[in-house]
C-alpha cells in the first residue's frame, strides 16, 4: 500500500500535477492515519491473552487451594482484583493503547468475578449463580466506560443474557421476571451509539449487531410466565422491531451480514409464522389465553407494538420512493390474527397459512426484481416450509404429496433458470 501511494505522488509530481508541498501534505496525511489506526491483530491477541492469564492462575490457584490457610486464601482472592485495577489504573493515567484497554479491562472482569466466587467459598457466604452474576455484572459494568472497552461491552451483554436466562429459564426461580437485565442492556446502549456514530461499518460494530439482535431473542422468553400463549404475540412484535430497525437509513444499506436485525426479524418471523400456520398450535391458544391487559405478557405485547410502530413511521418516512416491503407490516397483521384465533382457532389458521404463502410470493418477486439469488431462493424456501407443513397435519393422498413436492422441486430449478437468463441478457 504504501509502495502503491509512493509511486501515485511520484507519478503526479514529475507530470506536474500537484506541487512537492502537495506531495508532503498528502504523505504526512496518510502516514498520521497508519499512525493512529489501531492494531487489530495486537489487540485481538491481547484479549485472548488477558483471558488465558485470568483463567491460568484460577487453575494453579484451584489445583493448590486446600493447602493453603484462611488468611492465604484470601490474599489470593484479591490479588488478581488488585493487579487488574493497578494496570487498568496505568492504563488510563497514561492513556495507553486501545490494545491495552481492551486487555486490562478483559482481565479486570475476570478478576473481579474470580474475587467474588473466592472469597464467597472462603468465607460460606450463601448465595446462587442469579445473585453471583448480577454482582458481578453491577461491579464490572463501570469498566466499559471508564476503558472504553468493546470487549467488556461484549462480555457485559453476554454475562446480562446468561443472568437472564438463569433467573427467568430455570426451576429454582419460579415466577421470577429478570428486569434487571434490561438496566444492564440499557447501560451499554450508549457505548454501542457512539460506535454506531463513529465506526457503523467496523466489524467490531457488526458482532455488537447480532449480539443485540441474539441477546433479545433468547431472554424475551424469560419475560413469559404463565399466560404462555401470549408469547407468540410477544415474538412478533419483537422480529417486527428487528425488521424495520434494520430499514432505518443507519442500517440498510449496510450488508445483509452486518445487518442482523434485518436477517433476524425475517427469519424469526417466517419461523414464528410456520409454527403458528399448525392448527393443533391455535386450539392450545385458545385453551389457554388470557387477553385481560393487566396480564405481564400483554402488558409487555402492547409496548413491543407501540415500539414497532413507531420504528416502521420512521422507516418508511426517510424513504423516497421506495417500493411496498410487506415484511414491514407483518407485525400489525400477525396482531391481528392472534386475537381473531383467540375467538376462532379454524380462521386463525387459515389466516396464517395464506400470510405465509403471500410472504414466500412476495420474497421471490423482491429476488426477481432486484436480480437476487439468495431472495428468490428464500421466497421459495417459506413456501416449501408450508407444503411441508401442510405434509404432516393433512390427509392429503400420498399421490397428490409427490406431485406438490415435484412441483416444488421444479420451481426451484425454473425460477433460478429464468432470473439466470434474464440476468445475462442484461448484462450483453
Sequence with gaps: MKTKLSNEISELLENNIISQQV????????????????????????????TLVGLGIILILAHNWDNFSRSVKTFFAFLPLVVGQILSGFTILKNKSQAWKESTGTFLFFAIGSSIALVSQIYNI?????????????????????????????????????????????FGYKDKTPWMYLVFILATLPFYLKLLKTSALANSTSIFNWLYALS????????????????????????????????????????????????????????????????????????????????????????????????????????KNETFNLFQYVFLIV??????????????TVLTNVLLLVLGLFAIKIGAD???????????????????????????????????????????????????????????
Design 370 to 428: 432486484t436480480f437476487r439469488f439468495s431472495v428468490l431462493n428464500y421466497g421459495l424456501l417459506i413456501i416449501t416450509a408450508v407444503i411441508v407443513c401442510r405434509f404432516f397435519d393433512t390427509d392429503m393422498s400420498f399421490v397428490f404429496r409427490g406431485i406438490l413436492f415435484v412441483a416444488v422441486g421444479f420451481g426451484f430449478f425454473l425460477a433460478n433458470y429464468i432470473m439466470l437468463k434474464r440476468k445475462k441478457e442484461l448484462n450483453r
Design 335 to 348: 396482531a391481528i390474527i392472534f386475537f381473531v384465533g383467540v375467538a376462532n382457532a379454524v380462521i386463525a
Design 216 to 319: 433479545f431473542t433468547v431472554v424475551l422468553g424469560t419475560f413469559i410466565n404463565s399466560n404462555w400463549p401470549v408469547g407468540f404475540l410477544m415474538y412478533a412484535m419483537l422480529f417486527g422491531i428487528f425488521y424495520n430497525l434494520g430499514k432505518t437509513p443507519i442500517y440498510k444499506d449496510q450488508q445483509l451480514r452486518r445487518n442482523s436485525f434485518t436477517v433476524i426479524g425475517s427469519l424469526g418471523t417466517v419461523v414464528l409464522l410456520t409454527i403458528l400456520s399448525i392448527h393443533i398450535i391455535w386450539e392450545e391458544v385458545v385453551k389457554r389465553v388470557s387477553i385481560a391487559m393487566n396480564t405481564q405478557e400483554m402488558a409487555i405485547s402492547a409496548l413491543l407494538l407501540g415500539v414497532a410502530f413507531v420504528i416502521l413511521i420512521y422507516s418508511k418516512k426517510n424513504e
Design 23 to 50: 506531495a508532503s501534505n498528502i504523505t504526512a496525511y496518510y502516514k498520521s492515519k497508519e499512525d493512529n489506526q489501531p492494531n487489530r491483530l495486537f489487540t485481538v491477541f491481547g484479549v485472548l491473552g488477558a
Design 126 to 170: 450463601p448465595g446462587d449463580l442469579g445473585s453471583y452474576l448480577f454482582t458481578w455484572i453491577v461491579l464490572a459494568l463501570p469498566l466499559i466506560y471508564l476503558l472504553n472497552s468493546k470487549a467488556v461491552s461484549i462480555l457485559i451483554i453476554v454475562f446480562a443474557s446468561y443472568y437472564a436466562c438463569e433467573l427467568g429459564y430455570s
